[in-house]
């Protein structure tokens, strides 16, 4: 059995690595800017529609999972053709060299693709981006959805070990370490998702399921609850974690305020999976860092 994780280098591909490995699975990654020194990777920059064509055809995957995108919300909006050309015909181009191939398809969608007026929300909830990120999203779910057997995956506020250090728990991590206060917008709702978890939701999901599912946390909580509470498990000072409006922080693009998703589809599904929620999902990241 061999697999592709198309941006290994990232923490929901590391985890999803880690995760194949475990079970048996020959799991190839790939890195487009950064490749771990401690884990080494191929390269893959997937709006180059020829190497992903070349890639693909040499390794014939059972599954690519696509957790490789441009997801600074800040820089899609300051650069929408940079995103477009990553966020939409790069999964193009990925989707299309699986076509080829006989690939399954796994992409890595957010829930991003809705404006957060009335969350959580299910998988067949209308979608409707309020930002050039979650167009982007939205657009690339449809070129992957055409075809029968893939797979789409929501998820949000996704943390755990990431070599680079970028995911808001790690972020959050070093500031409180260095006794800097941080703010943290109190009116983000959304439902923290340990990488790890999503990472065996995602590998599960690729054996015997199509269309959208939600994976995420159990919990739906804002962001500076879960800051409070991920200060408290690393055992800093809470009160360095200073609650904001979202309007105050002088954002470019606009967040989806009240999100999250609902997993009753994925439950379902996957009946034996335990969604993790998040105050398990952070002494469980405390622990593996610890290690």
Same mark, same amino acid.
């Given at each position: 059995?061999?697999?592709?994780?198309?941006?290994?280098?990232?923490?929901?591909?590391?985890?999803?690595v880690d995760?194949?490995?475990?079970?048996?699975?020959?799991?190839i990654g790939?890195?487009?800017?950064?490749? &771990? &020194?401690? =884990?080494?990777?191929?390269?893959l920059?997937?709006?180059?529609?020829?190497?992903?064509?070349?890639?693909l055809e040499e390794?014939?995957?059972?599954?690519?999972?696509l957790?490789s995108?441009?997801?600074?919300?800040?820089g899609?909006e300051e650069d929408?053709?940079?995103?477009?050309?990553?966020?939409?015909l790069g999964v193009n181009?990925v =989707?299309s060299?699986?076509?080829?191939v006989?690939s399954?398809?796994?992409?890595f969608s957010?829930d991003y693709?809705?404006?957060?007026?009335?969350?959580?929300?299910?998988?067949?909830?209308?979608?409707?981006?309020?930002?050039?990120?979650?167009q982007?999203?939205?657009m690339?779910?449809k070129?992957?959805?055409?075809?029968?057997?893939?797979?789409?995956?929501?998820?949000?506020?996704?943390?755990?070990?990431?070599w680079?250090?970028?995911?808001?728990?790690i972020?959050?991590?070093?500031?409180?370490?260095?006794?800097r206060?941080?703010?943290? &917008?109190?009116?983000?709702?959304?439902?923290?998702?340990?990488?790890?978890?999503?990472?065996?939701?995602a590998?599960?999901?690729?054996?015997?399921?199509s /269309?959208?599912?939600?994976?995420?946390?159990?919990?739906?909580?804002s962001r500076?609850?879960?800051?409070?509470?991920?200060a408290?498990?690393? /055992?800093?000072?809470?009160d360095?974690?200073?609650?904001?409006?979202?309007?105050?922080?002088?954002?470019m693009?606009?967040? &989806?305020?009240? /999100?999250?998703?609902?997993?009753?589809?994925?439950?379902?599904k996957?009946?034996?999976?335990?969604?993790v929620?998040?105050?398990?999902?952070?002494?469980?990241?405390?622990?593996?860092l610890e290690?």
């Amino acid at each position: 059995m061999r697999d592709l994780v198309i941006g290994a280098s990232g923490q929901v591909g590391g985890a999803l690595v880690d995760f194949l490995r475990g079970r048996g699975v020959d799991a190839i990654g790939t890195y487009s800017t950064h490749n &771990p &020194p401690h =884990f080494p990777l191929r390269h893959l920059d997937i709006t180059d529609k020829k190497k992903v064509f070349s890639v693909l055809e040499e390794l014939c995957p059972r599954h690519v999972y696509l957790s490789s995108s441009f997801t600074n919300v800040e820089g899609c909006e300051e650069d929408p053709e940079l995103s477009h050309r990553v966020n939409v015909l790069g999964v193009n181009n990925v =989707f299309s060299a699986c076509q080829q191939v006989g690939s399954k398809l796994i992409y890595f969608s957010s829930d991003y693709v809705f404006d957060g007026l009335k969350g959580p929300y299910l998988e067949d909830s209308p979608v409707s981006p309020i930002s050039v990120y979650g167009q982007h999203k939205v657009m690339a779910e449809k070129v992957v959805l055409d075809a029968a057997d893939s797979l789409v995956l929501r998820t949000t506020v996704v943390y755990g070990q990431e070599w680079q250090g970028k995911n808001f728990v790690i972020r959050l991590v070093k500031s409180l370490l260095d006794g800097r206060t941080i703010k943290v &917008p109190s009116d983000q709702v959304g439902n923290p998702t340990y990488s790890r978890n999503l990472a065996e939701a995602a590998a599960l999901l690729a054996e015997c399921a199509s /269309g959208v599912f939600n994976v995420a946390g159990l919990d739906r909580v804002s962001r500076y609850q879960f800051a409070r509470e991920a200060a408290y498990i690393f /055992g800093l000072n809470e009160d360095l974690v200073v609650p904001v409006k979202t309007s105050d922080l002088g954002q470019m693009a606009s967040r &989806p305020l009240e /999100g999250g998703l609902v997993m009753d589809k994925l439950q379902a599904k996957l009946p034996q999976l335990e969604i993790v929620g998040f105050k398990k999902g952070l002494k469980l990241l405390h622990k593996e860092l610890e290690r």
